[in-house]
């Protein structure tokens, strides 16, 4: 899922400046399951936005990815200053798309597609690197868990299973690559030399779409 | 004038082909335009090595670049190796700097992933990492040996030119202390099959644990296709020391060595004593082609060094006609 984190109140401050009426749209999936922009979220910003002297209406959407689920708050957003969307930054976007002539303002620093670990832990796992080749790396992801992406084995930082970035913290992902293959029996496909990537599959070549005519209406 | 159809031609391919034990430096260049500290830096190893490597923007923090600070070199009569990494650069830049280092008159070069940019002085940059290490390799081959860029386009200004390609003689590092220790040997087969005509290995403290890769690298016999060149630092103090075996990510520094620069009474001493005996016994390891030296801001001791452990004067091979 999409995990993030509640921006500091003082820069959502200084986006509102002196809006007074204010529609606070929070997201009622993956930042939700996070704890940052779920219905909870919302009504902890509103309060603290009343008490600040502002008027605060408070909304969750089931997605704001998605357009068909903004029906329901249409009114309210026409009679605001502002929205603060508590989405992830694709909402956040959508926002912004659907209402072309108010201000809409981020409350959430969208951090990374990633894993819960457990209560209050997310680690990053994917990149959308658009050119997944989990295949060949044991089902680990080396172009995130590696902190430099590399394809064709560990840097000289590896060091008992650490990576050299901070080897109190941070898992070297080609030692967990390496231990993975091991125990599938795959060290084989450790021995022959990746290719170069075709970085154009990634956000370097273009922003990204994907259209599918069998499912156009 | 020899015949020996050399690669690149370079001093150090030359010296390591005619089989002598071949001998390299690390120089830093400076962090700041002062030329003068790469000109007093080379008259310590003018003669004494039979090239010089000038590292690039080591530990991540900004530098002269390698290729202009192997310029100077080049204009004072030593012979450059310029290492490239790919934190910095991507296949775009890393080419033009080879065709640029080329025609300045660098034949070596020593082809590194880098360290993370959080080491050093803009810990906020973005890092590249479009090619790693063994694609860069790689890819320098192809340039020389088959005259095309990454992309297989021909190395010539338009259809009608010639095609001059970029001849490098080819090196990588390794590391022999870092994990996942099975795999070391793996990855510089890698590197090997990439087209690395030589290693610069990690410093070696530990001696045995170096040992126990080589005979790795010499079981898949890897070190009849490399040369392979044994990293050292030598040890100044027991502060260093100490330093070198908890603060630095993928170095090792045995209990015994720790020990002796412990007891000893003249740091310096011991330490340059420690890395004679070394030199001896990587002359002992089968595989072990030479030394690159890595006296960090130590350069003046280089000379007494390599005059203790035997290697001076050293040799002298014709370049090819
Ligand atoms: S290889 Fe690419 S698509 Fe696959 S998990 Fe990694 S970043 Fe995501
Ligand atoms: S130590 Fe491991 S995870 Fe860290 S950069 Fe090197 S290979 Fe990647």
Sequence with gaps: MIVASQKPMDEVLGYLGGAQRVLVLGCGTCVAVCNAGGEREVATLAALLRLGGR???????????????????????????AILSLACGVGVQMCARLFPDKPVYPALNTQFMGINEGAGAWSEACLGCGDC???????????????????????????????????????????????????IGRLDLLETNVAPRDWSKTHDGRPRKITRPDLAG | ??????????????????????????????????????????????????????????????????????????DL?????????????????????????????????????????VFGNHPTARHVFDLDSIQLIECVRRMRDDGVFLCGDPIQNSKKSPVVAPKLYIGAAENPFGDPFEFRAIRL?????????????????????????????????LHKRVKILAGLTP???????????????????????????????????EGIRICVE???????????????????????????????AGLLPRPVVPPAA
């Design chain 2, 1 to 74: 004038m020899s015949d020996i159809p050399y690669r690149a031609n370079s001093n150090l391919e030359r010296v390591l082909v005619a089989g002598h034990f071949g001998v390299t430096a690390e120089l830093g260049p400076p962090k700041s335009a002062e030329v003068e500290v790469i000109h007093k830096k080379a008259e310590h190893l003018r003669g004494k090595v039979d090239a010089v490597n000038l590292t690039d923007n080591q530990t991540a923090i900004v530098r002269i670049s390698s290729i202009a600070a192997g310029k100077v070199l080049v």
């Design chain 2, 77 to 117: 009569g030593l012979e450059p190796v310029i290492q490239m990494t790919c934190r910095d650069r991507n296949r775009l830049a890393q080419q033009a700097d080879l065709l640029g280092a080329y025609v300045l008159g660098i034949r070596n070069v020593t082809c590194l992933t880098g360290d993370h940019q």
């Design chain 2, 189 to 221: 087969a890698k590197k090997v099959n990439a087209g690395a005509d030589y290693i610069q290995t990690q410093c070696i403290y530990d001696l045995e644990r170096f040992e126990r890769w080589m005979s790795q690298v010499c079981a898949r016999g």
């Design chain 2, 235 to 269: 040890l100044r103090s027991f502060k260093m020391a100490s330093y070198m075996a908890t603060g630095v990510a993928g170095i090792q520094v045995p209990r015994e060595l720790l020990g002796r620069m412990e007891a000893a009474k003249d740091g310096a001493e």
């Design chain 1, 55 to 81: 008027q605060a209406t408070e909304e969750t959407l089931e997605r704001q990815c998605d357009a068909e689920f903004f029906d329901p708050v249409r009114d309210q957003a026409a009679g605001c200053d």
């Design chain 2, 278 to 308: 070394q030199i001896q016994r990587l002359r002992q390891i089968e595989g072990v082609a030479g030394i690159h030296l890595m006296a960090i801001e130590w350069e003046q001791k280089v000379p007494e060094i390599l005059e203790r």
């Design chain 1, 133 to 183: 080749k989990l295949g060949l790396f044991g089902g680990v992801c080396p172009v995130t868990q590696c902190s430099k992406s590399l394809c064709n084995g560990p840097c000289g930082g590896s060091t008992e299973g650490m990576c050299e970035v901070d080897t109190k913290t941070i898992e070297c992902g080609w030692q967990r690559i390496y231990d993975r293959l091991q125990r």
